[in-house]
T-cell receptor
Framework: RKEVEQDPGPFNVPEGATVAFNCTYS??????FFWYRQDCRKEPKLLMS???SGNEDGRFTAQLNRASQYISLLIRDSKLSDSATYLC????????????FGTGTRLKVLA | NAGVTQTPKFRVLKTGQSMTLLCAQD?????MYWYRQDPGMGLRLIHY???????AKGEVPDGYNVSRLKKQNFLLGLESAAPSQTSVYFC???????????FGPGTRLTVL
């Protein structure tokens, strides 16, 4: 089983739609969680950190479920500019650091 | 404030050639990392550094060496390039621990 798993997609959604991605992780000792966005042929950029209480940034909402070991990202009112690959990242730091990246979920927002 | 810069942006090597990739950061952060990204695979850590003068192996260190002689620079060397090292290489930096990482624009390397 991969340490961090994501559905690769692609998710093709119309503008204005709500779309959700899930990411599962295998190590229950994981301590911090992030969503990164990566545009084609560009570097990953931090979208948001994921906190136990859940957090929201504009149209984006991230949730963490430690019991089931998954994190989610919800995008409301999708824009064309949201088209990208979304990477789930899990930090297993516990004395030593270890970031594990998912392979990413591709989103295409259609006009 | 440029964040993280990488040179070169593109490079084509022949098998057996050597090269060095340079990463520079102006955030004065302690931690720096080298990753490679291949199709269908997540970013994989090659080597990392927790401060000037220190380096450590990541998940896929074979065939690479690194040096961190100055805090702001992290160099990745390929001693004898192989086609399996064709990839996109990203440098990242951060404050370590559970902190986020910030990535450079990447170097696209092709080994023929």
């Amino acid at each position: 089983r991969k340490e961090v798993e994501q559905d690769p997609g692609p998710f093709n959604v119309p503008e204005g739609a709500t779309v959700a991605f899930n990411c599962t992780y295998s190590n229950s000792a994981s301590q911090s969680f992030f969503w990164y966005r990566q545009d084609c042929r560009k570097e990953p950029k931090l979208l948001m950190s994921v906190y136990s209480s859940g957090n929201e940034d504009g149209r984006f909402t991230a949730q963490l479920n430690r019991a089931s070991q998954y994190i989610s990202l919800l995008i409301r009112d999708s824009k064309l500019s949201d088209s990208a690959t979304y990477l789930c990242v899990v930090n297993q730091a516990s004395g030593t650091y270890k970031y594990i990246f998912g392979t990413g979920t591709r989103l295409k927002v259609l006009a | 404030n440029a964040g993280v810069t990488q040179t070169p942006k593109f490079r084509v090597l022949k098998t057996g050639q050597s090269m060095t990739l340079l990463c520079a950061q102006d955030m004065n952060h302690e931690y720096m990392y080298w990753y490679r990204q291949d199709p269908g695979m997540g970013l994989r850590l090659i080597h990392y550094s927790v401060g000037e003068g220190t380096t450590a192996k990541g998940e896929v260190p074979d065939g690479y060496n690194v040096s961190r002689l100055k805090k702001q620079n992290f160099l990745l060397g390929l001693e004898s390039a192989a086609p399996s090292q064709t990839s996109v290489y990203f440098c990242a930096e951060g404050q370590g621990g559970t902190d986020t990482q910030y990535f450079g624009p990447g170097t696209r390397l092709t080994v023929l």
